[in-house]
């Protein structure tokens, strides 16, 4: 049972670098010793210590000494060279007598072997602990180390009779505060936010995130197949401070350098029979690095996303309203002939943002 209380703390210490961390994994851990915490850590940024390496400085720091204890941590620790020197050695250098660990790596450069390290060194290793619960918190980093491409997350606000907007066009709010504070939330996690140029053109809006607490932009990236993005708009004027990247098939030279020229990054991409091809642009995203994207459009770019299969989760803001009529839907497109045809939905998670209901689903192709 103590076991699972301190894992648990881990799992709270590693979603404090949710935002921060990306590409790497978000990762906690805990020493203990004679049933009192000593030391606790988590990775708080990329490039700078890992969780290991801080809970042994929080250690010291509280004029303690980890020789003899157990280690809690959400992942296995890795055991490679890379910003930082492999948290296997500072394991052992410390004397710690026992490891638990929540999930083993899918870093093949890790993948096992750091726990193997451990034990031939006369560890007492344990893996599993919490083990769903860890690997959950690392779903954007599995996929991204698994496949090479970003894990997308696919949001959107709509009625209980599902419309994004009345009959005239208007969608600000449909939700309440505390939804759109969640929106905020996800902003920050997510490496990168993507909408269609519609929206750029019709709301005009900044995609940044705004939080009370200290919180990172996310890349944005605008799916624009005819360059019709206005150089105008908060999204191209703001571009030399919030990294933009604006993917098209268009080959209006002109217009590619007036974007560019105001800082945005303009990817020319092939074109498929919903316009940009998404599953390039997946890998394009991947290779600058960007291991998530949170799709914030409307119909037209969530049809082709998930029409394209890149979309693993749906995140469902449902307001108790009704608008009614025939108001524009969160999926446009052709539709489907057959119910047999759906694209099938498992629902990870239910919850109230004041009186709207959130809904995360699975997506299952």
């Not at 905020?184 to 009370?212: A, Q």
């Not at 030399?240 to 007036?258: F, G, L, P, R, W």
């Not at 303009?266 to 960007?290: F, H, Y």
């Amino acid at each position: 049972m103590e076991d699972k209380i301190y894992m648990q703390r881990a799992i709270e210490l590693a979603r404090r670098g949710e935002g921060f961390v990306n590409p790497n994994p978000m990762v906690g851990a805990v020493i203990v010793k004679d049933g009192v915490i000593i030391g606790e850590g988590y990775h708080e940024k990329y490039g700078q210590l890992h969780a290991e390496r801080n809970a042994f400085k929080d250690c010291k720091k509280r004029g303690n000494s980890a020789k003899g204890a157990t280690m809690y941590v959400t992942l296995e620790p890795c055991c490679h060279y890379g910003k930082t020197p492999p948290c296997t050695e500072a394991i052992i250098e410390n004397g710690i007598k026992r490891v638990v660990i929540g999930t083993l790596d899918v870093n093949p450069v890790v993948a096992g072997k750091g726990a193997e390290i451990l034990r031939s060194s006369g560890i007492k290793v344990e893996v599993g602990l919490l083990g769903k619960e860890c690997k959950n918190l690392n779903r954007i980093f599995n996929k991204y180390m698994a496949t090479g491409k970003p894990y997308v997350v696919m949001k959107y606000a709509m009625t209980a009779d599902g419309k994004i907007a009345t009959k005239t066009g208007e969608s600000k709010w449909i939700t309440g505060a505390e939804a759109r504070k969640n929106v905020h939330r996800l902003r920050n996690r997510l490496s990168g936010i993507m909408v269609g140029v519609s929206t750029v053109i019709m709301d005009d809006p900044m995609l940044d995130c705004r939080l009370d607490e200290p919180a990172v932009n996310p890349i944005r990236i605008i799916c624009d197949s005819h360059l019709r993005t206005p150089i105008e708009s908060k999204i191209v004027q703001t571009a030399d401070s919030i990294k933009t990247i604006i993917a098209t098939t268009s080959e209006d030279e002109a217009k590619v350098a007036e974007l560019e020229k105001r800082g945005c990054l303009v990817l020319r991409l092939p074109k498929t029979e919903q316009g940009i091809d998404l599953n390039a642009l997946m890998v394009e995203l991947s290779n600058r690095g960007i291991d998530s994207v949170l799709i914030e459009g409307g119909g037209t770019i969530n049809y082709s996303a998930l029409k394209s299969k890149i979309v693993d989760e749906i995140h469902i803001h449902m307001a108790p309203k009704i608008f009614g009529g025939s108001s524009k839907s969160p999926v446009e497109g052709a539709g489907i002939e057959s119910i047999n045809d759906a694209i099938r939905l498992n629902p990870i998670n239910t919850s109230w943002l004041g009186e709207d209901l959130v809904i995360e689903n699975e997506v299952i192709y």
